[in-house]
């Protein structure tokens, strides 16, 4: 479409169309266990995006916290960057001067002026777990007044703490299932055998071990007595200080659906219904089990390589007191904490009971969840969805502008220049 668009215009008229574009920066990778996932996402995000509108480029995060950018970022082969690849990409720093806009800079100047800024207007942080998905580069988007998409910093931080989300959920009479936190010791990742007992009385075995900050099923453990806990514990505190404990369920069954606001109406995607082969699904069989690793689609009805051929089944059969549950319950908590961008809630049941809980909410999920809107009753393409938040972010941005001199008349105690 745009190139036929491009065949009726002149080339001034057209550069200068390409320059109104708004300029996308897309974040990825990061300092997590969920680091390749997240770079997974963000080379869909960036072929998704609507090119007729917006310019977007790629903003790669390596482990160790370097941020690079550069064109062979958009090719999924060239990670992770060697040496020769990584002569190929510059290495910068966000400015946290407020402007309006987003500007990063080159790290290091050279004697001969180096790289020049680089500006953009939307940033979509594309990142997945600890460091990027935690509230932390949102609140670093917030410090420099740079509009950015998904949610807000207190939401990401809520959100993925396992432990506060229940106590939100419980607040919001949606039911959950019962848990203790176990801490981190302050040296080694040991928990006596008496403090464990105490700890987890009154959860029961089988029960779940889990990391309280991590997603993608990384440290996931089934215990059936105390020496298991015990066993599961140093995989969960290498990456996290804390693990939540809870029941396991029988005949589990788990349930997904996905939640935004479009035109000011809070929708839900899609449900799907992960298909275990196992009792539980592990981090491997999530996103490295086959398939010929895609990096998205724009048109629905395909069938999606977004989590790296995770099987599943969209739009389930389910009775229509559980299906209104889960839409009911996952609008509940989205709307509870002034909602934006497009979380992925996660239910678990048991089939035979017919109970459901609500699980965990993932504020970032893998894929952006593209494929459950998609899927949707009203389907809403992946460029089109990525297009809805672009404009959120700059729709928040402007709500939350602050005056160029912040402090009010009244409170200003210090003489301001001329």
Same mark, same amino acid.
Request: net charge negative; with cysteine; glycine share 8%.
């Given at each position: 479409?745009?190139? &036929?668009?491009?065949? %009726?215009?002149?080339?001034?008229?057209?550069?200068?169309?390409?320059?109104?574009?708004?300029?996308?920066?897309?974040?990825?990778?990061?300092?997590?266990?969920?680091?390749?996932?997240?770079?997974?996402?963000?080379?869909?995000?960036?072929? /998704?995006?609507?090119?007729?509108?917006?310019?977007?480029?790629?903003?790669?995060? #390596?482990?160790?916290?370097?941020?690079?950018?550069?064109?062979?970022?958009?090719?999924? $082969?060239?990670?992770?960057?060697?040496?020769?690849?990584?002569?190929?990409?510059?290495?910068?720093?966000?400015?946290?001067?407020?402007?309006?806009?987003?500007?990063?800079?080159?790290?290091?100047?050279?004697? *001969?002026? %180096?790289?020049?800024?680089? $500006?953009?207007?939307?940033?979509?942080?594309? *990142?997945?777990?600890?460091?990027?998905?935690?509230?932390?580069?949102?609140?670093? *988007?917030?410090? /420099?007044?740079?509009?950015?998409?998904?949610?807000?910093?207190?939401?990401?931080?809520?959100?993925?703490?396992?432990?506060?989300?229940?106590?939100?959920?419980?607040?919001?009479?949606?039911?959950?299932?019962?848990?203790?936190?176990?801490?981190?010791?302050?040296?080694?990742?040991?928990?006596?055998? #008496?403090?464990?007992?105490?700890?987890?009385?009154?959860?029961? =075995?089988?029960?779940?071990?889990?990391?309280?900050?991590?997603?993608?099923?990384?440290?996931?453990?089934?215990?059936?007595?105390?020496?298991?806990?015990? +066993?599961?514990?140093?995989?969960?505190? $290498?990456?996290?200080?804390?693990?939540?404990?809870?029941? *396991?369920?029988?005949?589990?069954?788990?349930?997904?659906? /996905?939640?935004?606001?479009?035109?000011?109406?809070?929708?839900?995607?899609?449900?799907?219904?992960?298909?275990?082969?196992?009792?539980?699904?592990?981090?491997?069989?999530?996103?490295?089990?086959?398939? #010929?690793?895609?990096?998205?689609?724009?048109?629905?009805?395909?069938? &999606?390589?977004?989590?790296? &051929?995770?099987?599943?089944?969209?739009?389930?059969?389910?009775?229509?007191?559980?299906?209104?549950?889960?839409?009911?319950?996952?609008?509940?908590?989205?709307?509870?904490?002034?909602?934006?961008?497009?979380?992925?809630?996660?239910?678990?049941?048991?089939?035979?009971?017919?109970?459901?809980?609500?699980?965990?909410?993932?504020?970032?999920?893998?894929? =952006?969840?593209?494929?459950?809107?998609? +899927?949707?009753?009203?389907?809403?393409?992946?460029?089109?969805?990525?297009? /809805?938040?672009?404009?959120?972010?700059?729709?928040?941005?402007? %709500?939350?502008?602050?005056?160029?001199?912040?402090?009010?008349?009244? +409170?200003?105690?210090?003489?301001?220049?001329?």
């Amino acid at each position: 479409m745009l190139k &036929s668009l491009v065949l %009726g215009l002149s080339y001034t008229n057209y550069a200068a169309m390409s320059q109104t574009k708004k300029h996308i920066a897309v974040f990825f990778g990061g300092r997590s266990p969920e680091h390749d996932v997240s770079v997974v996402s963000g080379l869909q995000v960036l072929q /998704a995006i609507d090119q007729s509108r917006y310019q977007a480029f790629p903003v790669y995060i #390596d482990p160790v916290g370097k941020w690079l950018t550069g064109d062979i970022l958009r090719k999924r $082969e060239n990670y992770l960057l060697d040496k020769n690849t990584l002569k190929q990409v510059q290495q910068v720093t966000l400015d946290v001067t407020p402007s309006g806009k987003g500007v990063l800079l080159p790290y290091k100047a050279s004697l *001969f002026g %180096g790289g020049k800024p680089i $500006e953009f207007d939307v940033a979509i942080p594309a *990142f997945h777990g600890l460091i990027g998905e935690d509230g932390g580069m949102q609140g670093l *988007f917030e410090t /420099a007044g740079v509009p950015y998409t998904g949610m807000r910093t207190m939401a990401t931080s809520l959100l993925m703490d396992k432990a506060a989300t229940k106590h939100l959920l419980k607040s919001l009479d949606i039911p959950v299932l019962p848990y203790t936190i176990l801490r981190k010791p302050d040296e080694g990742y040991l928990i006596s055998r #008496d403090e464990l007992e105490a700890l987890v009385k009154d959860i029961g =075995f089988p029960c779940i071990v889990k990391p309280v900050h991590l997603g993608s099923s990384i440290g996931v453990a089934k215990a059936d007595n105390v020496e298991e806990i015990a +066993a599961s514990l140093p995989g969960v505190f $290498e990456y996290d200080d804390a693990a939540i404990v809870e029941p *396991f369920v029988q005949n589990l069954v788990e349930y997904n659906v /996905a939640t935004a606001r479009f035109s000011r109406e809070t929708r839900t995607s899609a449900i799907e219904r992960p298909k275990a082969v196992d009792e539980l699904l592990d981090f491997k069989q999530k996103y490295l089990s086959g398939g #010929d690793n895609k990096t998205g689609t724009k048109s629905p009805g395909q069938t &999606s390589e977004g989590m790296l &051929s995770l099987t599943r089944e969209l739009n389930p059969r389910l009775d229509q007191k559980t299906e209104d549950n889960i839409r009911e319950w996952a609008i509940k908590m989205f709307e509870a904490i002034d909602g934006t961008g497009a979380p992925r809630i996660d239910f678990i049941g048991d089939s035979k009971t017919g109970e459901i809980w609500m699980n965990e909410v993932n504020p970032i999920p893998g894929s =952006f969840g593209y494929f459950l809107w998609e +899927a949707a009753e009203d389907p809403i393409l992946f460029t089109d969805f990525m297009s /809805a938040l672009i404009e959120e972010a700059l729709s928040c941005a402007r %709500g939350r502008k602050l005056p160029k001199d912040p402090v009010p008349m009244d +409170a200003r105690l210090l003489r301001r220049p001329l």
